[in-house]
């Protein structure tokens, strides 16, 4: 049994407990393109909203919802319509937490609530439009948390999570934030380019086991494989060091870590050191194979060629940088704190390469399945829990106030 349990702030505690300019900073990144198109989806949202509490007829679906106060609850909510000629409607089968969803829950995050929870899913297509050609109705399929268009210069480029064709950050089941595409957690769920968002599952490859590659395991992996072959041709022994959370009462869970670690292991690293504060996910880490330190031993731990820093805090990007040897490379999740100290006159003389920031996630997803149909990768190792989603207010009220690390639903 998990030690911590978390209480939902309310709106008001929220508000109080939120730097204004982390506010500020979020909405800043929102608008970076297509401001129109957001505030666009905005009124939609409202107005739909409005349209559909005085005309309960129109078509419904059930989804799950968390309420200002942090309450998770089944509502009546309306059904995607149906697709254009390029999107689908896709029917998901296997949910699964992200790191981010506790502190989005509890109102830890500058996030407004209430919204439509969950954007881990894989899902069975139910509907596609007159110009889909890559997936058919019936067909099983990772649907990637990020809305991609794939025609756009950047989706083009493989930078999905960037795509110009619309708002930044659109995304599944951040309400307000993502741009009111809807939750995972839910019976319906639209997917407005079918063909360069959806990627279908291989056969015999369980929908459960591989929830999460719609966002965590390949963030995990992002961190990871773009830099360790090239680290381990140069020094075969090469340590990879892992920061998952510097304080021992944090609500973001940590799997995205544990997916770096095990994508590690997956590419032939020998030593992976993973530093954590919660003695329960040391022993999870440890578990998994790998070599496990507190925050206070960190200090004495040598510098590292390759550190991943998935804290989500200002203090774990400080802490990375600084543990980083000499031409190594310090991927980091970054914060949502609007600034953090880095120790920059450090980087310059080590000549580290720093990465912060999101995974083009639709680009990931077939080299992360690549590796879990070679069997060498094994995402569902990391899984707490598996439930039915009919039981999804309590199971997910469970995660969201314990320190637990994936909870996994599926409709079987
Ligand atoms: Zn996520
Ligand atoms: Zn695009």
């Not at 896709?90 to 969803?101: K, R, S």
């Not at 950047?154 to 999570?161: F, R």
Request: charged share 20%; glycine share 8%.
């Amino acid at each position: 049994m998990a030690a911590t349990r978390f209480r939902p702030y309310g709106t008001v505690r929220q508000l109080a407990t939120t730097d204004p300019r982390d506010m500020a900073a979020a909405s800043k990144g929102m608008f970076g393109w297509n401001a129109d198109q957001r505030f666009s989806r905005l009124r939609t949202a409202v107005a739909k909203a409005t349209r559909e509490r005085f005309s309960p007829g129109r078509e419904r679906m059930r989804a799950l919802v968390v309420s200002p106060s942090g309450r998770l609850s089944w509502r009546q909510v309306p059904a995607p319509p149906p697709p254009g000629p390029l999107g689908a409607t896709v029917h998901p089968i296997a949910m699964a937490t992200c790191d981010l969803d506790r502190p989005l829950v509890l109102g830890r995050t500058p996030f407004p609530r209430p919204l439509q929870l969950g954007h881990e899913c894989v899902a069975e297509v139910v509907a596609v439009g007159s110009q889909v050609q890559t997936v058919q109705v019936g067909d099983r399929v990772v649907v990637p948390f990020e809305i991609s268009c794939g025609k756009c210069s950047a989706c083009q480029a493989g930078l999905t999570g960037s795509c110009r064709a619309v708002p930044p950050v659109s995304m599944y089941g951040f309400g307000l934030i993502g741009g009111h595409w809807g939750g995972t957690y839910a019976d319906l769920v639209g997917v407005p380019y079918a063909d360069a968002m959806l990627v279908p599952l291989p056969d015999g490859v369980d929908p459960a086991a591989v929830a999460s590659l719609a966002d965590t395991v390949c963030d995990g992996f992002r961190h990871v494989a773009p830099h360790l072959p090239r680290l381990l041709e140069r020094d075969p022994g090469t340590e990879v060091l892992i920061i998952g959370s510097l304080a021992s009462r944090y609500p973001f869970s940590v799997s995205t870590a544990l997916y770096a670690a095990l994508t590690a292991q997956a590419l032939g690293a020998r030593r992976i050191t993973f530093c954590e504060a919660r003695s329960q996910v040391r022993e999870e880490a440890a578990g998994l194979g790998l070599e496990t330190i507190t925050p206070s031993e960190l200090r004495r731990h040598p510098l590292t060629p390759l550190v991943v820093d998935i804290s989500g805090s200002p203090r774990g990007v400080r802490t990375a940088l600084t543990k980083t040897a000499p031409d190594g490379v310090c991927s980091s999740v970054g914060t949502l704190s609007h600034a953090a100290r880095i120790p920059a006159s450090l980087l310059f003389v080590r000549n580290v390469t720093v990465h912060i920031g999101r995974a083009h996630t639709r680009t990931l997803i077939p080299q992360v399945l690549e590796l879990v149909t070679a069997t060498t990768l094994h995402p569902e190792a990391v899984t707490t829990r598996l439930a039915d989603l009919d039981d999804a207010p309590k199971v997910l009220a469970d995660h969201m106030t314990s320190d637990t690390t994936k909870t996994i639903l599926t409709t079987d």
